[in-house]
């Protein structure tokens, strides 16, 4: 690897005490930390490719502007979990308003981006559903003529998707047949429950797919820093008993014995850059507002498909003014969630929907792949829900109308326990009108300018959720549903956040090449979801950590021309 | 019933009671909303998201009286409010729902009558049956669907 030196730092300085308007401490130039690899974001993507690079004797420094999760401090251990789900750990960070959280401008979006911000990141909150992207999904121009083809298959990744199982650990199921052969599944698949048997069934009798998904939650430990799953339900609010692959007990522990370097409540502001564009490190504020440095010969961006955008056009210089890596004009743009529709069952039967993880582990991929003669390009996902506790039943969380008054103890009965939901996980078609750019006036509680999210649903969704809601309301049916219920589009549902710093091979259309390596920016890389070409219609989180360490592996092979 | 009470406040503890009720009256082992300890519950709850004013805007949507109409006779007319003000009736029926059940005294009556356990779900979890592979017989003799390429 080459090295640069650091200009401009008085002039960085500078700048930044007129853009964000206050007085900046800047720590002594003495202080910059130096590291081989310096990461941005401790979440899915950063940790997997921290513990590659450092396992191979790389230096990797972290910037995370989150914390270490305090595990006394997960609502489920408690009484009102139900209520602190609500507000300081609501997946939204505009309600969840928290110092690590940043905020959004979503005005224009009918889907809410969701996050976690902190050691493990959105891993922290998520459902641990860990699929695998089908081989079309990276060909989907090629086969449908809709999207972009990636710039690598299914088969380039196949070796890190193993990899990722291995070192996360997954409960699943060989012999999917809507999925290619991959190695037995390291850990037996989770309880399915009363619900989903009913549903299976159902799939069963009118001829459709249905499979345990691979999902990331230990039914029986899996390695030194991990528990075994009680079934105790609501994943998405940490697992206080270490029975979930997030990355601060999965990939940071294995990190940090390699001497990763991991410096939280560190929120970067700006990947700094030299005179001939090359990325030198970032400029950051501490805890108590201090501005500090590290410098790198090669930056790694992973800090979502929002915060990551939101980096970059930060980052602008003179030599890129409108945002780094983005000659293409790219970054930002072709930003993709899984618009979710929901169907909801009520039974006669005591379904025990509050047992066992919310999300379920059944889905159907039988509207996965392209079948012209549906009306729309592409397809979805159908993932099979348990039912909620009794505060979010009464609150009608999934659609299911509670009324209040001289019934509302009857309707607690006959709702409460007693519901199976279907979520239709759509693909989302990029358009590069859907983006995320710079709040002209919102920003964050360290001035930084915040993120506008633009987002329009397009007209192959908007028909690919009918045909998914009729589709789910017959498996209702058949499955012996009283009543079925429809959410059209599930406003507070944009935890996949997708395709702002896209993978192609054109760099006039595209940010990264198919090594997640910026084709404007030699050692500059970003492996999470930003990167994506296509956003498929299953969970992003095991593709991007696949990514994440073949992103790492190419650096290592590649560092002495770096 | 006499006219509405234009300086209600939310300390009015006997108006938000009966209000509460309403929305939620007593069946068999489930106590009403409007206990004093759910209604303290339900103040609590209405402070963390400062929503108080919303609060007293529909408190003083009812009669000075309304405390001792018949049951009946409150919910209708917490019907007309919440038909003529239905967004902040959202709000006063969302922190009623987290008050009551969120009460351990109410979960405790919600054990008895449905089974569900009255305790947080850590770190005790659920009994669930094994996963059973007997059930994917019909999906194992699919053939595969995935597109090759």
């Known amino acids: 690897m080459r090295r640069r030196s650091v200009i401009g730092t008085a002039a960085a300085l500078a700048a930044a005490q007129l853009k964000y308007g206050r007085l900046i401490r800047d720590a002594a130039a003495a202080e910059d930390l130096e590291s081989d690899v310096l990461i941005v974001g401790a979440g899915a993507s950063g940790a997997a490719a921290a513990w590659r690079l450092s396992a191979q004797g790389i230096g990797v420094t972290c910037l995370e502007q989150g914390d270490w999760l305090d595990y006394l401090s997960i609502p489920s251990l408690y009484d009102d979990w139900e209520l602190v789900r609500q507000r300081s750990w609501n997946p939204n960070p505009n309600v969840r308003g928290l110092v690590s959280d940043y905020p959004i401008n979503d005005a224009e979006s009918p889907i809410k981006p969701l996050m976690y911000n902190g050691v493990g990141g959105s891993t922290i909150m998520w459902s641990c559903h860990a699929p695998r992207f089908h081989p079309s999904d990276f060909k989907t121009q090629t086969l449908d003529g809709v999207g972009a083809d990636w710039p690598l298959s299914y088969w380039d990744l196949e070796p890190y998707y193993d990899l990722n199982d291995r070192i996360s650990g997954v409960s699943g199921l060989n012999g999917d047949p809507a999925n290619p052969p991959r190695p037995p599944r390291p850990l037996r698949p989770i309880p399915i429950g009363k619900g989903a048997e009913r549903l299976g069934r159902a799939l069963d009798g009118l001829g459709w797919h249905w499979w345990p998904n691979d999902i990331q939650v230990y039914e029986s430990a899996y390695g030194d820093e991990t528990g075994d799953c009680n079934h105790c339900g609501p994943c998405e609010l940490a697992c206080p008993v270490r029975a979930k692959a997030s990355t601060d007990i999965t990939y940071w522990p294995k990190a940090l014995d390699q001497g990763t370097r991991l410096i939280t409540g560190a929120r970067v502001f700006q990947i700094e850059t030299d005179a001939s564009g090359r990325a030198t490190g970032a400029a950051y504020f501490d805890r108590g507002g201090t501005l500090r440095r590290v410098r790198a010969r090669v930056v790694i961006v992973a800090a979502n498909g929002i915060g990551t955008p939101r980096l970059l056009h930060l980052s602008a210089s003179k030599k890129q003014p409108n945002g780094l890596a983005n000659f293409s004009g790219m970054v930002g743009r072709h930003l993709m969630m899984h618009p979710v529709a929901i169907v909801t069952g009520v039974f006669d039967e005591d379904l025990e929907g509050c047992k066992g993880i919310t999300a379920n582990s059944i889905v159907s991929k039988e509207f996965y792949e392209t079948d012209e003669q549906r009306g729309f390009k592409r397809g979805y996902m159908l993932q099979f829900l348990r039912s909620l506790g009794p505060v979010l039943t009464a609150l009608g969380g999934y659609g299911v109308p509670i009324e209040w008054g001289r019934g509302h103890h009857r309707r607690m009965r006959e709702v409460f326990n007693h519901t199976a939901s279907a979520g239709v996980v759509c693909e989302d078609l990029a358009s590069p009108d859907n983006r995320v750019t710079l709040d002209d006036t919102l920003t964050d509680s360290d001035g930084i300018p915040a993120p506008k999210v633009t987002y329009t649903l397009g007209e192959n969704a908007r028909r690919m959720i009918a045909h998914g809601v009729e589709r789910s309301t017959e498996v209702m049916k058949a499955a012996g549903a009283k009543e079925i219920h429809q959410i059209g589009l599930v406003e507070q549902g944009g935890f996949h956040l997708l395709g702002t710093a896209r993978m192609g091979a054109d760099p006039e259309q595209s940010v990264l090449n198919s090594w997640n390596q910026a084709h404007d920016v030699e050692n500059l890389f970003v492996v999470d979801g930003s990167a994506f070409a296509t956003a498929a219609a299953v969970n992003p989180t095991h593709t991007l950590q696949a990514l994440a360490l073949r992103a790492a592996d190419h650096i290592v092979e590649t560092r002495r021309e770096l | ?149």
């Open chain 2, 1 to 149: 019933m006499t006219g509405t009470d234009a300086s209600a406040t939310v300390a009015n503890t006997s108006q938000v009671a009966a209000l509460l009720d309403a929305i939620i009256p007593s069946e068999d082992q489930l106590p009403s909303a409007g206990m004093p300890e759910l209604v303290e519950a339900f103040l609590a709850d209405v402070a963390e998201d400062e929503s108080e004013g919303v609060v007293v805007r529909v408190l003083t949507q009812l009669p000075i009286d309304f405390p001792e109409l018949d049951r009946e006779v409150r919910e209708d007319l917490a019907r007309k409010v919440q038909d003529s003000n239905p967004r902040d009736f959202d709000i006063v029926l969302r922190h009623t729902y987290n008050a009551y059940y969120a009460s351990t005294t109410v979960r405790d009556a919600l054990e008895q009558t449905t089974g569900y356990p009255a305790r947080p779900p850590n770190t005790a979890g659920y009994e669930l049956a094994s996963f059973d592979e007997n059930t994917l017989v019909t999906q194992r003799a699919r053939a595969p669907f995935w597109r090759r390429v």
